[in-house]
C-alpha cells in the first residue's frame, strides 16, 4: 500500500487574539467560524477574513486541570436555525446548548 503524500498544511486564517489552543470547530450558517478554546472555556466566531469577530466565556470551572475553563470544551454544531450553539463540556461531562 503507497501512503499518499500532504497536499499541504493550509494557510492560516486568524492567530492569536483570543484563540487559546483551540480544539473544536464548526461554521456557521453566515459562514463565520466558530471555535472552542482548550485552554480558558471560551467559544469564539472568526470572520473567514480572519477578524475575531465574537468570544463567549462559557466554562470557568477549573476541572480537570486548575485553570479556569482549560482542558474542557470540544466539539461544537451551530443549531440549523442558527439560534443556539450546542458544545461538549468535558469538565462536567455535559452536552450543553448555548442560546
Known amino acids: 500500500m503507497t501512503r499518499a503524500s500532504s497536499d499541504g ?5 486568524s492567530h492569536n487574539g483570543a ?4 480544539l473544536g470547530l464548526t461554521i456557521a450558517p453566515n459562514g463565520d467560524i466558530v471555535t472552542t478554546n ?3 472555556g471560551r467559544i469564539v466566531e472568526t470572520t473567514p477574513q480572519g477578524s475575531q469577530a465574537g468570544v463567549k466565556l462559557v466554562d470557568n470551572s477549573r476541572s480537570p486541570h486548575s485553570r479556569p475553563g482549560a482542558g474542557t470544551l470540544f466539539g461544537l454544531t451551530i443549531s440549523a436555525n442558527a439560534r443556539a450553539v450546542d458544545f461538549v463540556n ?10
Open 9 to 13: 498544511i493550509g494557510s492560516t486564517v
Open 90 to 99: 468535558d469538565g462536567d461531562n455535559t452536552l450543553r446548548l448555548l442560546h
Open 19 to 22: 484563540l487559546n489552543d483551540p
Open 38 to 40: 482548550g485552554n480558558d
